[in-house]
C-alpha cells in the first residue's frame, strides 16, 4: 500500500500546516463551555474532541469522511461479484480520506495478504484461556500478544523522532489489521468448533476470508453480509468509549497493539459493542416468552411491564443519535432482500414498529429509535452463528479499522498527551461557595 502511505503523508501534511494557523490565529477560540452537569453526565454534549475519520451526525447518523453510509455503499469499489465494498478500500479511506479506485483498493488488500501471519505465540496464548473466556478477553489478549510485533515500539526505543512515528504507527497498523480476521477465526473455531485452524486463502479479499476461515464462505449472502457489516462497524467518531479509550492510550505513544486492545477492552462493555449480544438475547427471550412471534399489542405490554422493572430495551437509544441509525436500515435492506421471512427479523421489525412509540411515551429517552444493534445480532444468527458472546468480535475487528485510522492521523498530527484536570467534589463545592 505505498500509495495509501504516500496519500496520507500528503494529506497529514496539509492537515499539519491548518492545525498550525488555526492554533496560531484562533488559539483562545472558545469551542466549548462545561457545566457541572454536563460533568456529572459524562461530559456528553461537550465538544473537546477533533477527529476527522468520521463524524456522527445526530439526524443522519455516521459520516465516514463524510460520506453517509447509503454514500459510502455506493462510492467504494465492490469486492468481485459483490454489492458490497472492499474493507481494503474502506480503510484507505479512511486512512487518506480520498475515495480509493479499484487498484487503489486491492492494493491495501494486497498488503494485508502479505501480512496475515499470525506468530505461534499469539494461538498459544488463546490456548492458554479455559475454554469458558469470553472471546472478547480472547481478541484482547490476541492483539496484545501481538505486541511483539510492533515496530513503533522498537523503533522508538532505538531513538527516532516526532515525523517519523505516523509511519511506524501506520505499519503496525497493516499488521495488525491483517491479522485481525484470522485472529477472530481462530477464537470462533476453538472455542465453537473445537480448535481447527484454516489458514486465509490467498485469493480472497479481507471480509470474505473471514468467512471462510470459519468455513461458511460458501453461502455467498453470508459473505455479503460479513462484507457490510465491516463496513458498518469500522469507525464512529472519536468520542465513543472504544475509540475513546484507544486514542487517550495512544497519546502517551503506546504502540498500536496496546491501543487497539484498550479499545477493545471498552467495547466490551454492555452499554456499548456488547449491546449487540444482549439485543439479540433479548430477542430470544422475546421469542421464547411467546412461544413464537408476538403481536404488536402484546409486544407493547411486554416492554411496558420490562420498563416498569427499570430495565432497559437493548438496541434502542443512543448517546449522540438522534435518529434511526442508518446502520439499522443498511442491514434490515440486507435482510428484506434475502430472507424477509426469518421470524427473528420479523421480531426485529415488529420491535421497530412498537419500541420508539413506548419509549417517547416515556419522555425522558432522548432517542427512542433504534441502533445498529437492534439488527446485527439477528442476522448473523440468521446464518447461523448462534453463539451470541461472539459478536462483539465481529464489531471489535471492523471497529479497528476506525481505531487504527484514528491513531495514525493523531500521530501524524503530533497530538501531545492527553491529560485532562480533575478536582476533588470538596473543591467544586468551594469553587461554587465562592463563585
Ligand atoms: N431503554 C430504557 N430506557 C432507556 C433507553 C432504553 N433503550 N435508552 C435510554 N433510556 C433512559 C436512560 O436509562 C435514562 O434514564 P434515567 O434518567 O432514569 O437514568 C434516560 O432514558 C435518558 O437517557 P439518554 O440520555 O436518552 O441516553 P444516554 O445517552 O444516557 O444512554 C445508551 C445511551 C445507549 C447507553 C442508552 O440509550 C441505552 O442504555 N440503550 C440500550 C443499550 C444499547 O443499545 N447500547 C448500544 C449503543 C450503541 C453503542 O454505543 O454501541
Known sequence: SHRMKERLAYHLNEQRQRIEYLKKHYGQFKVSEVTLDQIFNGIRGVT??????????PHQGIRIRDFTIPELLRVLP?????????????????????????????????????????????FRVIDAMPRET????????????????????????????????????????LNLTAKLPVLAAYIYNRKYRHGAYIPPHPDLDWSANFAYMIERSDDPIFVELMRLYFVLHSDHEGGNV???????????????YFTASAGINGLAGPLHGLANQECTRWLLKVLHHFGGLPSE????????????????????????LRTVD???????????????????????????????RVLSSLGKVKNPWPNVDAISGALLYHFGLRQLDFYTVLFGISRMLGVTAQTVWSRGLYKPLERPKSITSQMLEAMIAQA
Open 48 to 57: 473537546l474532541l477533533i477527529t476527522d475519520t468520521s463524524y456522527v451526525d
Open 242 to 256: 472504544t475509540a475513546y479509550s484507544a486514542n487517550v492510550v495512544s497519546s502517551s505513544l503506546a504502540d498500536i
Open 134 to 173: 469470553h472471546p472478547m478477553t480472547l481478541l484482547s489478549q490476541a492483539i496484545l500478544a501481538l505486541q511483539t510485533e510492533s515496530i513503533f515500539a522498537k523503533r522508538y526505543e532505538e531513538g527516532i523522532s516526532k515525523p517519523a512515528f505516523w509511519g511506524y504507527y501506520l505499519e503496525d497498523s
Open 326 to 356: 442508518p446502520r439499522f436500515t443498511a442491514l434490515a435492506n440486507l435482510a428484506e432482500t434475502y430472507f424477509p421471512q426469518d421470524q427473528l427479523y420479523r421480531l426485529v421489525k415488529r420491535v421497530y414498529a412498537v419500541v420508539p
Open 297 to 320: 399489542e402484546q409486544l407493547e405490554d411486554y416492554v411496558r411491564e420490562q420498563l416498569d422493572k427499570g430495565m432497559t430495551i437493548p438496541g434502542y437509544g443512543h448517546a449522540v
Open 78 to 122: 465492490k469486492a468481485p461479484d459483490s454489492a458490497f465494498p472492499l474493507a481494503g478500500g474502506l480503510y484507505y479511506l479512511l486512512m487518506t480520506g480520498e475515495v480509493p479506485d479499484e487498484a487503489e483498493a486491492w492494493e491495501v488488500e494486497a498488503t494485508w495478504k502479505e501480512r496475515m501471519t499470525v506468530p505461534e505465540h499469539v
